[in-house]
């Protein structure tokens, strides 16, 4: 008998695909999504995802081991689809019997979903426009990940109410829908779960968990934080075109523009490929998120961050949290 009876009967599809007792995924966050949070998740019933962002395959080796060490509960890896060693990192899941991979930062490379599925794992997509979540999904995904803009980290244009509407209407019945950007309270996700999502993702409010490795700078700025200063980066050169990331405003935001500048000078006097000018400003992030999450350079670094920032007000263990959200999900399908 669940606690939560109307909850759970909503979550049943994508409690049955993650293997959790919670449709609740924790969002891979770069640097933050270690063992400690993943297994945390993990273990109280949600379903933790460890952030592979730039590791290299021997680390996230040593970290998908230490991981299971710390949970016998499902848990999942993130590969970002851009990793120069994306095949590589599949190989170590594989080695490990991941059971479910999440493939992010654009559209997944030619036999990347067909090497996941060859040894047995889900895997599960991201799409930003309904027609390549179709795609995605003829073509071997086993779910979707719909994220609005208001999420942080790496960010599209369109809002989650928005892209809940264009695409659970459409997909929901044959496909398993989660949604991801902005939820930090249960009663929206009482609200996606009515309009056919099958679980949802968040960041954000998990990212200061007592469990979190994230510096106590890095924390102390979430909860002074409100959802007006999580902001969006701007693109500063026509010719690259940057996908924009959330994050408090500081320093770091100026030092971004510089970097932009820097790179799109490169191409013209270097003759720089676009890929790798990409590839530039996706390490120029990990390093600036590492400097605020591990150092607890909070004017300099990065400090990723949702607009439901500003829902984060203190250290709380992830137990806590998942009971609350559950608990006011609950009680919003309770006063339908
Ligand atoms: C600090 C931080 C780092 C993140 N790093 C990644 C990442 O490495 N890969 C990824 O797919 N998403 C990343 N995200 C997005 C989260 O996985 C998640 O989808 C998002 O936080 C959900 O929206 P919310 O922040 O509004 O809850 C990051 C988010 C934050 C806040």
Redesign the pocket.
């Known amino acids: 008998m669940t606690a939560f009876p109307k909850t759970s009967a909503l979550m049943k599809r994508g409690t049955d695909f993650l293997g959790s007792e919670y449709a609740i995924l924790c ?4 640097w ?1 999504s270690e063992r400690g949070l993943v297994s945390a998740i993990s273990n109280a019933g949600g379903f933790g995802v460890i ?1 592979c ?1 730039a590791m290299t395959p021997e680390l996230l080796d040593t970290e998908i081991a230490a991981t299971k060490a710390l949970t016998a509960k499902p848990f999942g890896v ?1 590969l ?1 689809t851009m990793h120069p060693q994306l095949f590589d990192l599949i190989d170590i899941c594989a080695k490990h019997g991941v059971t479910h991979v ?1 493939l ?2 654009g559209i997944p490379p030619k036999g990347s979903v067909e090497a996941i599925k060859a040894f047995g794992a889900k895997v599960i997509v991201f799409a930003p426009t309904l027609a390549l979540a179709k795609k995605l999904l003829r073509s071997g995904g086993d779910a979707l990940v719909v ?1 609005g803009m ?5 960010i599209g244009p369109v809002s989650t109410s928005v892209l809940a509407q264009e695409f659970l209407p459409e997909l929901s019945e044959d496909h398993l829908v989660f949604v ?4 930090g309270r249960g009663e929206a996700i009482a609200g996606y779960l009515e309009m056919g999502a099958v679980g949802v ?5 998990f ?1 200061c968990a007592t469990e979190s490795i994230a510096h106590p700078n890095f924390k102390k700025a979430f909860f002074r934080a409100n959802a007006r200063d999580a902001v969006a980066s701007v693109q500063v050169d026509p010719r690259l075109p940057v996908i924009p990331v959330r994050a408090l405003k500081n320093k770091g935001t100026e030092e971004f523009t510089a970097k932009q500048r820097e790179v799109a000078g490169l191409l013209d006097s270097e003759g720089l490929e676009m890929m790798e000018a990409q590839l530039q400003i996706e390490h120029y992030w990990a390093g600036a ?1 590492r400097r605020a999450v591990i150092d607890g350079d909070v004017e300099n670094g990065s400090l ?5 920032v500003g829902m984060v007000k203190a250290e709380e263990p992830v137990a806590d949290i998942i009971a609350e959200l559950m608990t006011q999900c609950e009680a919003a399908l309770a006063r339908r």
């Open positions: 969002g891979a966050m770069s933050v952030a962002g993130n970002i999440v992010a930062g994220e208001e999420a942080g980290g790496h991801a950007g902005g939820i993702q968040l960041g954000t409010r990212a998120l990723m961050a949702g607009q439901s």
